[in-house]
């Protein structure tokens, strides 16, 4: 089903602007995920820079984007690629990390099942989806490229591997476009350093809000396991395919690996291209032989074997599909076992009707679950002290806060207001910021 046609988005300026930068976000401006935004000089270069959808129950998509020749994707979660197909099957470009097109495909297939099972409307199809694969243009970290007027390159940025920063140089100001940032290093990726720049568009998800010690965590979450797994238990851990996922293997390969870790779902089939860029991982012999280590599931006698296991990792991480219910439906009768959440998970999701009421729909039937649940904080996103010194050591004029609920938002402006000029946008609406 088609949402909507190409060239007619109802508020996107025609011409150019006079002079300054234009921002307009299409989606992603208070809120979280659901991310795309153009920017444009009075040169009539313009950018795009993802174009995501969030993942909720229905999902959220950003408005239609005028005609662009070149599109930017930071990284490969859904809330900043799932709506690219639709712009190459409009002729537009798209630049990303090797790691970042390398997962795409898999994404956007999930994607279009996803839409296809639930019912949800979307606006590309599998032709699209086969035209977007043939239309990325990769980029090695820190090395320029042309849009038009402007020369880009990307940076690392921590979050998850191959998830990079835009640095933009323009004619009239440096802009540096965060993306979804984490300052720490990760078990996977490296954290992001700051950039010099007039104008920072900064994601603030953890505004207002800081992290427990990251090693302390993950000890808390290591303990939990071995209690389970002591007592005679498996402990089911749902976790996002691309990143979440990955970290617990790392995490429980370091710490306890006499474990019997099984690894099932889309998140082998992401490792497996991780692997194919291994210069974008943090130590990627260590995510080989995890790997190696883990085991991992492949069919339905596997999947029966993986019900004795120490622990199953799987997804999906907010228990809304995926493998994790199959197994849940089946661990559930046995009261050692446990379910360790380790990711966000959104209102209506089920993850977060397990943990409001102890029950969640599993093929459609709502379920009572009475295992033990406990919820981990190992989120790849920086947290609000982190954002606030990385946004002082680029030492912008500007700050453009995205990404992030309006809570969260106002707590980076009242912490930083002071240093810099902070923005706020909307969706919709078209800034125009100058030096
Ligand atoms: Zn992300």
Known sequence: ???????????????????????????????????????????????????????TKPPRYPSEAPFVTDAIMTHGHIDHIGMAPWLTGHGTNIHGTDLTAGVSEIMWADTYKVSDIEGYPLAWDKRDLEKALDSWTTHQFDTWFKVGSWKCRLHR???????????????EMRILWSGDIDTRDSPNALGAKPINCDLLCLEGTYGGRNHPDRKMEEQRFVSRVLEVVSRGGTALIPAFASGRGQDILRILHREAPNLDVHYDGMGTRITREWLKCPEFLNDPGGMEATFRWSRRVTGKADRKKALG????????????????????????????????????????????????????????????????????????????????????????????????DDSAAEAIEESLASEMKVFRPSNYETMELSR
């Open 1 to 55: 089903m088609v949402l909507y046609t190409t060239g007619d988005t109802s508020t996107y300026p025609e011409k150019p602007p006079e002079r300054g930068i234009r921002l307009h976000f299409l989606g992603g401006a208070g809120e979280v995920g659901n991310v795309g935004c153009i920017l444009e000089d009075r040169t009539g270069t313009r950018l795009l820079i993802d174009y995501g959808l969030a993942p």
């Open 309 to 404: 296991a120490d622990v199953i990792v799987t997804t999906s991480g907010m228990l809304d599909g995926g493998p994790a219910l199959w197994y849940l439906n089946r661990l559930r009768h046995n009261g050692s076992n446990a379910i360790l959440l380790t990711g966000f998970q959104a209102e209506g999701s089920g993850g977060r009707n397990l943990l409001e009421f102890g029950r969640l729909p599993i093929f459609g039937k709502q379920t009572r679950i009475p295992l033990e649940i406990d919820k981990f904080e190992l989120s790849n996103h920086a947290d609000h002290r982190s954002l606030c010194s990385f946004a002082k050591e680029c030492s912008p004029k500007s700050l453009v806060i995205f990404h992030a």
């Open 157 to 171: 940025a921590g979050h998850i591997p191959g998830a990079a920063m835009v640095e933009i140089a323009t004619p």
